[in-house]
């Protein structure tokens, strides 16, 4: 088991938009470390979505976005399109274990 | 920009070891970690361990620590992961990363294209 937790999946229709947790599962992990996602296609290496809790690398549409409070962190994409259609996963550094990713979370696009 | 590219698919039998190579171009080699990151089927990624490649430091996951090793060759650029005692459980695809610059950060913003490794008898 993960010391982070993702939904196994979550889905939506084009144009909505939807909200994926990353929840530390020991107290504290998530709080004030700051969390990174990626996303990731079938067959395909993963790609950094998000760094530093809320920063978008270049290139990455602002479609995404991310925030933490808490021990709980939050991936929300907003106005859906087909391609977002992938796996999304957390990771966090923690002192016990250096870094962990969550078990991720599938996306559907209706 | 930054580009890793790894080595071809690998099949080995149980017990065995496996050695992927990572060659980095496009930046700055000995400035950024390099991490391994491996995806088995029906799984999640899983975070292995960290070099840096100039040298001067790895850590390890503690479920590999016994039995894995991460090197680094400035003159190639080019890390390597060695995996050794293989068992079925260890067939996955392996990623190497382009983590930060320093030792903590929490993010890998280039990644190989993967290397898959088949063990079977």
């Known amino acids: 088991q993960s010391a982070l937790a993702q939904p196994a999946s979550v889905s939506g229709s084009p144009g909505q938009s939807v909200t994926i947790s990353c929840t530390g599962t020991?107290?504290?992990?998530?709080?004030?470390?700051?969390i990174s996602w990626y996303q990731q296609y079938p067959g395909k290496a993963p790609t950094l979505l998000i760094y530093e809790g809320s920063k978008r690398p270049s290139g990455v549409s602002n479609r995404f976005a991310a925030s933490q409070s808490g021990n709980t962190a939050s991936l929300t994409i907003s106005g859906l399109q087909a391609e977002d259609e992938a796996e999304y996963f957390c990771c966090a550094y923690v002192e016990t274990s250096l870094w962990v990713f969550g078990g991720g979370s599938k996306l559907t696009v209706l | 920009q930054a580009q890793l590219v790894q080595s071809g698919a690998e099949l080995r039998g149980p017990g065995a070891s496996v050695n992927i190579s990572c060659k980095a171009t496009g930046y700055d080699f000995t400035r950024n970690y390099i991490h391994w990151v491996r995806r088995a089927p029906g799984q999640g990624l899983e975070w292995m361990g960290t070099?840096?490649?100039?040298?001067?430091?790895?850590s390890y996951a503690q479920k590999f620590r016994d039995r894995v090793s991460m090197t680094s060759d400035t003159i190639t650029t080019t890390v390597y992961m060695e995996l050794e005692s293989l068992t079925s459980a260890d067939m996955a695809v392996y990623f190497c990363?382009?983590?930060?610059?320093?030792?903590?950060?929490?993010?890998?913003?280039?990644w190989g294209q993967g290397t898959l490794v088949i063990v079977s008898s």
């Open positions: 990363a382009r983590g930060g610059t320093n030792f903590y950060s929490n993010w890998f913003d280039s």
């Open positions: 070099i840096d490649p100039s040298g001067a430091h790895e």
């Open positions: 020991t107290n504290g992990i998530v709080n004030y470390r700051p």
